[in-house]
């Protein structure tokens, strides 16, 4: 007789969240529930492995990760009366210093699967090891905040899936995706939009998977003191015309 199969987590959403609380593989948090009403509530109160799934909504926060976390837009979750919608949350910053999360008006996980790229022991300044930390982010729309990048990689990797990255409204130096030394990034069915740039790789590894770009004013991706870059089945048009290029330097 064959075994039965778990169902899948976002399946879930009728069951008990002492049930939730006995699967030993990861913790599971929602945004809003009784204990957060915040995406920034529950990231502090996470587990590196945890998984936080998210109600559709728009949750106004700029949210800062420094450990392994899967973000997933929970777009059968109910936030408004049952409706369906967009998970929209302000911006993403991944980095291995302090955790924070600053609510702003609008102005350790084992690899991904298809992560292709070989693991780099050490780079960066003066050699320092780089994080193995991977976050992921699933179904949401980062609409960007204002002076920054929508999604923010400065330590260990970033998958994203089904995800939309927009830069903030009347900003005039915006990117969607900023990825530094030692760093590396994967972009699964996302679209890269209103921005002047899609990606801005400044070293790093950064791969781009059925992906579409609309509404850029440069460059879809700019890759600079050698950035590894991996385009497959993407439709990417720059502003000016330009999918994908090799700044100097």
């Known amino acids: 007789r064959l075994p039965l199969q778990p169902c899948p987590p976002h399946r879930l959403a009728g069951a008990a969240e002492s049930r939730l609380a006995r ?19 529950a990231v502090r109160a996470a587990e590196a492995g945890s ?34 919608g967009e998970v929209v949350i302000g911006a993403v910053s991944v980095t ?39 976050v992921e982010l699933q179904a949401v729309t980062l609409r960007g905040s204002a002076n920054r990048a929508t999604v923010d990689v400065m330590s260990g990797k970033v998958v ?13 130096v915006s990117t969607c995706l900023k990825l530094g030394h030692g760093c590396a990034s994967w972009l ?20 781009l998977e059925r992906c579409v770009s609309t509404g850029l004013h440069r460059a879809v991706v700019e890759a600079r003191a050698g950035a590894r870059v991996l385009l497959t089945e993407c439709d990417l048009r720059g502003g000016d015309g330009v999918g994908a290029c090799s700044a100097a330097g």
Request: include cysteine.
């Open 23 to 41: 699967a030993p593989a990861m913790t599971e948090l929602r945004v809003p529930s009784a204990r957060f009403n915040t995406v920034g509530e």
């Open 96 to 134: 291995a210093s302090a955790i924070g999360v600053e609510d702003e008006p609008e102005g350790t996980r084992k690899p991904h699967p298809l992560w292709h790229f070989d693991d780099e022991a050490r780079r960066g300044q003066g050699g320092a090891r780089a994080s193995d930390m991977t």
């Open 188 to 207: 699964v069915r996302c679209e890269l939009s209103h921005a002047n740039l899609g990606v801005a790789a400044v070293g790093g590894k950064v791969t």
């Open 160 to 172: 994203l899936e089904d995800c939309a990255l927009r830069a903030a409204m009347g900003c005039s």
């Open 51 to 84: 998984v936080i799934y998210v109600a559709p909504g728009l949750y106004n926060e700029c949210v800062t990760l420094n450990r392994a976390l899967t973000l997933v837009g929970d777009v059968r979750g109910t936030r408004f009366g049952g409706k369906h």
